[in-house]
């Protein structure tokens, strides 16, 4: 009998020192979005907390731990040295109990599909189809977000991410799998006010004087000119409008020349809105592909399956035959294609 009341008491001692060591979910939580969001309303309209609440469970924490955690002197609501040190800690606990929980939820929901999108291709493409897509599997629930940044595969942010990849990229992240869906040629478009508005182009070089639009940075323009054999000895001139669409639009506006591909440029050529700037004059060349990016554990889930299948065939329909491009060392290369599973 001594045995067994010494076991249950030695029990009951582990239970309360697990309990001291761990303080109330609702006080770490509330403790972590202040930390995040940089205050109590802030850290309370994130959680749909009414402020004083999350202050309670604030100075609630500070008892438990015996530690000053917040300075809270006029004028001032921050972490103290303690409570900077506990946050950050803290964090990475909370983002690892997220990151579990959303993969063992993730696992048990096959119909669910995230795709992440570059929303030129999302605007200008993709969005008119994914219908189509949606219409084929009528078992799937279907999240589509166009966005500038990949998703971060590692806390399963997204399923699949569609975007450009140049060719001097990075290879992908460990565990994360990138495909080729198509690699389209690139070239110079304006509309037909604008280029009669210019002087005659008759090689790429002359291009340098034109008004250029560039997305987030001059790299676009910078690479096609270098595979051109253009050497850019100097910043290029022209707006930075960030995504590709919106070159595009802007050139659909005559507001000067845009570098684009078939998915973006839907039925300007062939309405006349938008004309190849070159003409036959100069070949068409390739700087990249669209690739399809997932996780390798969850490649061949039969949603991400039936996506990436779907898109080569849409991509490879939207190329149409193969046509004849220089790719980036200059040689002529059979590039308007959608790769093979």
């Not at 309670?56 to 006029?74: C, F, M, S, V």
């Not at 399963?156 to 040629?185: C, F, K, N, Q, W």
């Not at 996780?295 to 949603?303: E, G, H, L, S, V």
Request: hydrophobic share 40%.
């Amino acid at each position: 009998m001594g045995r067994i009341q010494a076991g249950g008491d030695f029990n009951a001692a582990c239970d309360a020192s697990a309990n001291r060591a761990m303080p109330p979910f609702a006080a770490l939580r509330a403790f972590e979005a202040f930390g995040r969001c940089g205050g109590v309303r802030r850290a309370a309209q994130a959680l749909g907390l009414d402020h004083a609440v999350v202050s309670r469970h604030l100075r609630a924490l500070e008892a438990w731990t015996g530690a000053k955690l917040i300075d809270r002197r006029p004028g001032v609501q921050q972490l103290t040295e303690d409570g900077e040190r506990y946050y950050q800690r803290l964090r990475a606990a909370m983002a690892e109990i997220n990151d579990a929980t959303a993969e063992i939820m993730r696992r048990e929901d096959e119909r669910r599909l995230s795709i992440w999108c570059i929303p030129g291709l999302a605007t200008e493409w993709l969005t008119g189809r994914l219908w189509e897509f949606q219409r084929l599997n009528p078992d799937l629930d279907i999240e589509f977000h166009p966005t500038d940044s990949p998703p971060d595969f590692s806390r399963y942010e997204a399923d699949v991410d569609i975007r450009y990849t140049m060719d001097t990229a990075s290879p992908p992240a460990e565990g994360v799998r990138r495909l080729e869906i198509a690699r389209p040629p690139v070239f110079a478009v304006a509309s037909p006010e604008c280029l009669a508005s210019l002087p005659a182009i008759d090689s790429p070089a002359d291009l340098l004087s034109a008004p250029l639009l560039h997305e987030e940075n001059f790299d676009y323009w910078k690479a096609w000119f270098g595979v051109n054999g253009v050497e850019v000895s100097e910043a290029l001139k022209g707006p930075r409008l960030w995504h590709a669409h919106l070159t595009v639009e802007a050139a659909r506006r005559g507001q000067g020349v845009a570098l684009a591909n078939a998915f973006l440029l839907r039925d300007d050529l062939a309405s006349g809105r938008l004309v190849n700037v070159m003409g036959d004059r100069h070949l068409p060349v390739v700087l990249g592909a669209y690739t399809f990016a997932g996780r390798t554990d969850r490649w061949k889930m039969t949603a991400i399956d039936r996506l990436r299948r779907w898109l080569e065939r849409e991509a490879m329909s939207a190329l149409g035959a193969p046509a004849s491009t220089k790719n980036k060392t200059g040689e002529s290369s059979r590039s308007v294609q959608a790769l093979s599973v």
